[in-house]
């Protein structure tokens, strides 16, 4: 929704705040294609017991809960730049 806006009246939004939701929808379909992958890999692997299929799913587990986290601290930032900004 914050697209459509944009589109019709990016005038009257600041540089950062556009900065930062584009930021945030970015590492969000990022974060989608990273649960998409790992979820393929959860569906493919699940039965193997091999120790090098269980590293390659902390792995990506891993990678996932980063992205998670850097996605959450987007958020934070924002609310603290709009929060600041009142």
């Known amino acids: 929704s914050w697209k459509s806006f944009?589109?019709?009246k990016m005038e009257l939004?600041?540089?950062e705040?556009?900065?930062q939701l584009t930021d945030i929808d970015e590492?969000?379909?990022l974060m989608g294609k990273k649960l998409d992958g790992f979820?393929?890999?959860i569906i493919k692997e699940s039965v193997s017991t091999t120790?090098?299929?269980k590293k390659l799913m902390v792995i990506q587990?891993?990678?996932l809960i980063d992205s998670e986290q850097?996605?959450?601290h987007l958020y934070q930032t924002y609310l603290d730049t709009e929060n600041k900004s009142r």
Do not use: E, R, Y
């Open 51 to 53: 120790t090098d299929s």
């Open 70 to 72: 850097q996605l959450l």
């Open 27 to 29: 590492s969000k379909q």
């Open 13 to 15: 939004v600041n540089f």
């Open 39 to 41: 979820m393929d890999f």
């Open 61 to 63: 587990l891993l990678n």
């Open 17 to 19: 705040t556009i900065s």
């Open 6 to 8: 944009l589109n019709s």
